[in-house]
């Protein structure tokens, strides 16, 4: 508590607002023989958070700090083993996630602000980017065991959510401005692809993904369904198609090809297991698969191909 109340007073001198932030990383990374036992390090535990979300909730962040308490957060994740949310009260933990939500979702609406606005530094872009990171370690350790089940089913769609609007123009609200004028700036053949760039983004909304495979899978195929059907419509009319319909289409291939595979560097590409227990579970609402031959081949009555008839992967 001293030193949040330290940092409310220096928050807005640059300099001594980094050197508290830096104290905070130091704290949320304590670890050895300073505690006694489990139960000291759960205890700590328990009142760094209470006092994280103590802090949080009652100011809004400045772009350094939320860049610093992302940062934080992801030491804490790290330094500290998931199942000790086990002995904490579950009102706090709850309270975690909401927050730790809240402000996931706060860093990629100001992200694609600063994805438009074109300013020197990306804090809340960096900040999104760790909290993700954060995300994946507490799905991958915090099973039915550690937590109440299903505890990430709320949280899941609105994360899932966020990211869809930080990439698609369509979902931006305006916010990201169309690529379309005669500002746009001359694609460099030399750029890397988006999916070595952000592959860090695209690997852990998938993890997220696949946690809700129910919603996300249905959410994002649909998204590719209008948005390929918005570029038809403009090529039907001889219309030039937008360029923010071309970007919408290309990271929503990004999205799904990333979610329905395991993507490692050095290994072979796989499906992941969550994908295939999803696919056995809508199974039945689906007709077989077409062979081959019966694609290839006229339908006895003449009739197209219902390609919503197909069984799951």
């Known amino acids: 508590q001293l030193l949040y109340r330290l940092h409310g007073e220096t928050r807005n001198v640059e300099s001594l607002c980094q050197l508290t932030l830096l104290c905070f990383s130091q704290m949320a990374s304590l670890n ?103 995300w994946v370690t507490l799905l991958s350790e915090m099973g039915d065991d550690v937590y109440a089940p299903g505890w990430f089913n709320l949280i899941g769609p609105e994360l899932f959510g966020a990211f869809l609007k930080f990439r698609l123009t369509v979902l931006s609200g305006g916010s990201r401005p ?8 001359e694609v460099d053949e030399l750029e890397e692809d988006d999916r070595d760039i952000f592959i860090e983004h695209l690997s852990s909304i998938a993890t997220i993904a696949r946690t809700i495979c129910a919603t996300a899978l249905p959410m994002a195929c649909e998204l590719l369904e209008k948005c390929g059907d918005q570029i038809l419509n403009f090529v039907g009319q001889g ?35 969550e994908i295939r227990k999803y696919s056995l579970s809508v199974q039945s609402s689906v007709h077989p698969a077409l062979d081959w031959n019966q694609l290839i081949e006229p339908q006895p009555d003449n009739s197209p191909i219902d390609p919503t008839k197909f069984a799951p992967i």
């Open 32 to 134: 050895g023989e300073v505690f006694e036992d489990e139960n000291a390090k759960c205890e700590y535990l328990k009142k760094f958070i209470e006092n994280f979300l103590e802090f949080v909730t009652q100011c809004e962040l400045t772009p350094q700090e939320t860049a610093g308490f992302a940062g934080v957060i992801s030491q804490m994740m790290s330094s500290f083993p998931i199942r000790l949310f086990a002995h904490i009260r579950q009102e706090v933990v709850e309270g975690f996630l909401r927050g730790l939500a809240k402000l996931t979702i706060h860093c990629a609406e100001r992200a694609t602000l600063e994805e438009t606005g074109g300013g020197e530094g990306a804090p809340y872009l960096e900040a999104f980017e760790l909290l993700l990171l954060a």
């Open 239 to 273: 219309d030039k198609v937008p360029v923010s319909l071309f970007e919408d289409f290309h990271w929503l291939i990004l999205l799904i090809g990333h979610i329905c595979v395991d993507v490692t560097e050095g290994e072979e590409v796989q499906i992941p297991s």
């Open 178 to 185: 169309s690529q379309d004028s005669a500002a746009t700036k």
